[in-house]
């Protein structure tokens, strides 16, 4: 038993002094208009005040001190004996261990005159010293709001009732006395016990309560390469103690503790909050994930690192070649004991023409995805070429004179040049639509994919496009966004005469790759996006939200998305069936969905079956009774 709950035992025990006696629920009761009722009669709901045989309370009787101090040893459980020295205790008398229990424990004292005086009524303040012990309460040299008759209470018991006048624990009567001489009456201590008991146990339960933790800011955060990073703000706060030490502990990609997070170092890292209180009860973690983002090389450090790249794989090509040529040598030379050096260095040179591919075919994504700004790049550096090129002809012009006349204007119809490639860059760029294969802008979306050709990316700059006709796709080309780009419907959109021009966005009969990057579709008055008998399109970072139809709708094609999100459509968020009369050369209709949210009640649907969906381990397939098949990744319940 705890000292707290022994403690509240004591005080419950205080007043069972008789035997016990019930009394019938509505039977008259002597506590009835008692000024301590409410305080009594929660004391005989709980089971621990008892009545006498005759069913009354007493609530006025006084308490003798050696009852109240055997019930004190009971309860606590004191068992060891300490010398009494008492006048008035002796050997045979039925409370001398129990005097000699309460020495032992230290809450006993006794008189000046060496006496204990068990058979006396105890004192209001006795009782109070004897109970600021027991529950170790501290005293309190002074108050402001004393009693009026704080003067006659005891020197030796002031500071205990100061003490429990100051927790509220007694308040005197109703004239401001305290009458510190007066016997401690059943009713007057069942008042104390019910505050105590109130003010304990709310406390025991403030004990156990752990703090909680304070943040306002996202559990996940995203910082730049080298940028600066503040550990980010969390409190605590608690049901007892004012202040509250919040510790952390950072670990690195590896799980490492570390000092702080260097954002020169990319990668995630996981801030661990959790803060104790004094009672050591420990607030629930939490995680803080920081991502540090890798650093955004410009253009000029990309293309040198891929060019090193390809370097150092062209390098360990030719090694790995002569390698093998040396190991081939040798075989023929020597016989079967190098043929095992033979495979090694064919593994070798596989390997290395491996990387040569990827190292190829990085730089040329580079230079593909950043055409223009090496255009722009190019032709900064031609036109500085040139007007170096001039300065010098004209320096040697003015020198040694009209010898290097010709050179001064080679060198000017140079710059002239490269001045006019350098303006045509700038003003394709400073178009919203690009062609960045052909270099070109364009004021229209529409406009750019009716001058693309197969293999181009169109790219679209950040904003709001409204069509007022469906954005038709009948080639394999890109079309990525660059920023935050939505194709919308336009409140005069042309709905045309079939109702498969109602999509937004619709791509028809195209035989190669047709790729859309980066784009949210919205406002449809049917499908956000319609894939029509085309072999192979690619859908990444796509939004296709609040169609009349489905945010997708998949028909005769093949159509792999990554990170497409649907929501608030019409229908459902994804559609893949075969046609009624596909082309003899369309393919059947095949859905992979690598990641994304589909966020509608009716996720995928497939109204006939007979399609290919390869969808993330979470989806399972209901079969309903109508044929329809419907994916989804929620359960029953949700």
Do not use: C
């Not at 062209?314 to 090694?319: G, H, R, S, T, Y």
């Not at 900064?380 to 010098?392: H, R």
């Amino acid at each position: 038993m705890t000292k707290l709950r022994r403690g509240i035992a004591i005080l419950l025990a205080v007043i069972m002094i008789l035997p016990f006696a019930s009394f019938a629920d509505g039977e008259k009761s002597d506590i009835d208009g008692h000024w301590a009722e409410d305080a009594l009669k929660y004391l005989i709901d709980e089971g621990v005040l008892n009545g006498y045989e005759d069913g009354t309370i007493r609530p006025d009787r006084k308490i003798k001190r050696a009852e109240f101090v055997k019930i004190i040893n009971e309860v606590m459980g004191y068992s060891e004996l300490g010398q009494v020295d008492f006048d008035d205790v002796k050997e045979g008398n039925w409370f001398y261990e129990e005097i000699a229990k309460a020495v032992k424990a230290g809450y006993i004292k006794g008189y000046d005159d060496n006496t204990v005086r068990p058979n006396n009524e105890i004192t209001r303040q006795e009782a109070s010293l004897i109970i600021a012990r027991v529950f170790e309460i501290e005293e309190v040299d002074e108050i402001e709001d004393d009693f009026k008759d704080a003067s006659k209470i005891g020197k030796w018991a002031k500071a205990a009732v100061n003490a429990l006048k100051e927790k509220g624990y007694i308040n005197g009567y109703e004239d401001g006395t305290f009458r510190p001489q007066n016997s401690i009456t059943r009713a007057e201590a069942a008042t104390i016990i019910v505050n105590i008991l109130e003010d304990r146990q709310a406390d025991e339960e403030k004990d156990t309560q752990a703090p909680e933790l304070v943040y306002e800011g996202e559990t996940e955060i995203r910082v730049e390469y080298g940028a600066e990073f503040t550990l980010p703000e969390v409190t605590a706060t608690d049901n007892v103690d004012e202040e509250v030490e919040v510790s952390y502990v950072i670990k690195d990609s590896e799980g490492n503790q570390i000092e702080a997070i260097d954002t020169t170092v990319a990668g995630t890292y996981t801030i661990t909050y959790t803060a104790v209180d004094a009672a050591g009860n420990e607030a629930e973690a939490l995680v803080i994930k920081v991502t540090v983002a890798e650093k955004e090389l410009t253009l000029e450090e990309q293309l040198e690192e891929a060019k090193k790249e390809l370097e150092a794989a062209k390098k360990e090509l030719a090694d790995a070649q002569d390698e093998l040529d040396w190991a081939e040598y040798m075989y023929e030379v020597h016989g079967s004991s190098y043929y095992e050096d033979v495979l090694i260095a064919e593994a070798k040179v596989k390997d290395a023409e491996e990387k040569v591919s990827e190292a190829e075919a990085k730089l040329a994504q580079i230079k593909e995805e950043y055409k223009v700004e090496i255009e722009l790049m190019e032709a900064k550096a031609e036109l500085k070429e040139a007007e170096d090129e001039l300065l010098e002809a004209q320096i040697l012009y003015e020198t040694h004179g009209s010898g290097y006349y010709w050179d001064v204007v080679e060198a000017e119809a140079k710059v002239k040049d490269a001045k006019e490639r350098l303006e045509n860059i700038r003003n394709v760029l400073s178009h919203n639509v690009i062609n960045r294969s052909q270099i070109k802008g364009y004021e229209t979306i529409e406009e750019a994919i009716a001058q693309a050709k197969d293999g181009d990316v169109i790219a679209i700059n950040e904003g709001s496009y409204e069509l007022s006709k469906q954005l038709l796709i009948k080639k394999a080309i890109t079309i990525r966004g660059v920023g935050e780009v939505v194709l919308k419907a336009a409140e005069n959109f042309d709905e045309g005469d079939q109702t498969a021009d109602k999509h937004l966005v619709a791509i028809v009969n195209v035989k190669g790759t047709v790729k859309l990057e980066n784009l949210t579709v919205a406002g449809s008055r049917r499908t956000g996006i319609n894939a029509f008998e085309s072999t192979d399109v690619q859908l990444k970072d796509i939004v296709s939200k609040d169609n009349a139809g489905a945010g997708l709708n998949v028909t005769n094609s093949k159509v792999t998305a990554e990170n497409l999100k649907t929501s608030g459509n019409g229908w459902y968020g994804v559609n893949v069936d075969n046609g009624a009369n596909p082309s003899a050369d369309a393919p059947e209709s095949e859905f992979i969905l690598i990641s994304g949210e589909i966020a509608e009640e009716v996720q995928i649907v497939s109204d006939k079956g007979e399609v290919k969906v390869k969808l993330p381990e979470d989806y399972v397939e209901v079969v309903e009774d109508s044929g329809r098949i419907v994916w989804t990744n929620r359960t029953a319940n949700n």
